[in-house]
């Protein structure tokens, strides 16, 4: 079984560019074999306070990598990514952008779904969305997601279902509904080559307390034959490669076969009966 990692932050600004090494150096002590280096990259959407690298910082975030890489060569591969967050206006840049990078893939997340941030409990109430119930968050939500995969800029999407983050904060509840909206986005990722990720993170958070995406969504991108691949969205060493093993049990049991890695924009797959 081959145990990967491909969502992992280093934070540079709040914990330097060391924190990059000390993290891969965490994923080789945790005995995974690929470690994937995927910062936020430079946003385009200002409604969304959270720091991301700027556009002078790419260079050196490459650079840091690719000396991360030499030094850990023959012990554990670290690829190159980005985790973008998709709005419109960012699509025509990065549609440009990307294919100049040196990156092994790109993550697609949706962190804002019109002005509504779902990780910001208090911008639900002066958003465009004030007022509309679980569902029609949902639905709202997986529209913007379906956006993002159809703008053919991603290799997978992070998170799925980061909306269900927010409802305890607004007094709400899972819809019990969501399995038509389910079936739709799985087989609208598939159409689009777009694969997903097994989030381990939201087991870290309180609000969430499992994996993203919920189990049920998981199944029908089984079903759909979307592609999957697992990462502990880690900002932190510490939590590189988070319950990575309990994520591969789990795509095991709902019947995946494989396992998705990218690597210089091409997909390639690991079996998971080994």
Known sequence: MELIDLHIHGAPW????????????????NGLHIAGLSEHGP???YLVPF???????LDKYFHTIE???LEFAGEIEVLSG???????????Y???????????YVIGAIHSVEDWIPEIPQSYETSALAGKNAEQLYQAYFLKLTEAAQSGLFDFIAHPDLVKKALPHLGMKKPDNLQTLYQETAK???????????????KLLPDVGEFY?????????????VHLTIGSDAHQPQNVGLAVEEAFRLAQSLGFAELSVWRKRKRYVSNLSN
């Open 188 to 202: 609208m990722l598939a159409a689009c080559d777009v694969g997903i990720e097994i989030n381990t993170r939201g």
């Open 14 to 29: 709040s914990n330097g560019w060391a924190n990059y090494r000390r993290s891969v150096w965490q994923a080789w002590r």
């Open 51 to 57: 720091r991301s690298l700027g556009l002078a910082e």
């Open 67 to 69: 000396e991360i890489r």
């Open 213 to 225: 995406p919920h189990i049920d969504f998981l199944t029908e991108c089984r079903r759909a034959g």
């Open 82 to 92: 980005l985790e973008l967050d998709y709005n419109q206006r960012m699509v025509e």
């Open 43 to 45: 946003r385009f959407n």
């Open 94 to 104: 990065y549609s440009n952008l990307l294919p100049r990078l040196p990156l092994d």
